[in-house]
């Protein structure tokens, strides 16, 4: 409740102008009990985060488990990680300027998040390569590529450049092919 309650004031007032006493009022809760769950506001900021991350991985999760072939499911859940990060960037108004502002603060929070990520994304291709979807040499390597590259395609997804000039349905097309492409699609020889 405390994560809450301190994610709504981070996003209406900012991270900088929301007190320690903010959130203890705002949760009905004394700042004793809530110094027993965190040591100090950037604290509390981490487990907002972490909080963010977790059900965006549930997100993508509940993508990964739909029956469907491995190569329309590889790019359901690059769609799942961009729409969920900018709903969570877009929900969180004013904490979005500081969750631009220190990225790498971000990034080590989100390491459990990219570990999880990496491990759904080797279940996928490792499926799709099982299933003759997908041709390649090193799953691990490609899983951290795929995992960079839609990583990379964050902010320009959620400020709406990645589509600059094409509809949503021609973008997700040409994510398609790109993925089609880079990990090779087997071929059945029809005789």
Same mark, same amino acid.
């Given at each position: 409740?405390?994560?809450?309650?301190?994610?709504?004031?981070?996003?209406?007032?900012?991270?900088?102008? #929301? #007190?320690?006493?903010?959130? =203890?009022? !705002?949760?009905?809760? *004394?700042?004793?009990?809530?110094?027993?769950?965190?040591?100090?506001?950037?604290?509390?900021?981490? !487990?907002?985060?972490?909080?963010?991350?977790?059900?965006?991985?549930?997100?993508?999760?509940? /993508?990964?488990? $739909?029956?469907?072939?491995?190569?329309?499911?590889?790019?359901?859940? @690059?769609? =799942?990680?961009?729409? !969920? +990060?900018?709903?969570?960037?877009?929900?969180?108004?004013?904490?979005?300027?500081?969750?631009?502002?220190? @990225?790498?603060?971000? =990034?080590?929070?989100?390491?459990?998040?990219?570990?999880?990520?990496? $491990?759904?994304? #080797?279940?996928?291709?490792?499926? *799709?390569?099982?299933? *003759?979807?997908?041709?390649?040499?090193?799953?691990?390597?490609?899983?951290?590529? +795929?995992?960079?590259?839609? $990583? %990379?395609?964050? @902010?320009?997804?959620?400020?709406?450049?990645?589509?600059? *000039?094409?509809?949503? /349905?021609?973008?997700? !097309?040409?994510?398609?092919?790109?993925?089609?492409?880079?990990? %090779?699609?087997?071929?059945?020889?029809?005789?």
């Amino acid at each position: 409740m405390l994560v809450d309650v301190a994610r709504k004031l981070f996003a209406k007032k900012g991270i900088e102008e #929301t #007190t320690m006493n903010d959130i =203890s009022q !705002a949760s009905g809760k *004394g700042r004793r009990t809530l110094y027993t769950y965190f040591r100090s506001k950037e604290d509390i900021y981490e !487990a907002v985060v972490e909080a963010e991350m977790d059900r965006l991985a549930q997100e993508m999760a509940a /993508v990964a488990a $739909k029956p469907m072939n491995p190569e329309d499911k590889l790019v359901a859940i @690059i769609y =799942s990680h961009l729409d !969920a +990060i900018k709903e969570v960037v877009q929900r969180n108004g004013n904490m979005r300027a500081q969750f631009f502002r220190d @990225i790498w603060r971000v =990034s080590l929070i989100r390491k459990r998040f990219d570990s999880n990520e990496k $491990k759904l994304l #080797t279940k996928v291709l490792t499926e *799709g390569e099982r299933e *003759g979807y997908f041709e390649m040499e090193n799953i691990p390597l490609t899983v951290n590529i +795929i995992h960079y590259c839609v $990583k %990379g395609l964050e @902010i320009p997804y959620i400020y709406g450049r990645l589509e600059t *000039g094409l509809s949503p /349905v021609a973008s997700r !097309a040409a994510v398609q092919r790109l993925v089609h492409r880079a990990i %090779g699609r087997q071929l059945k020889k029809i005789y």
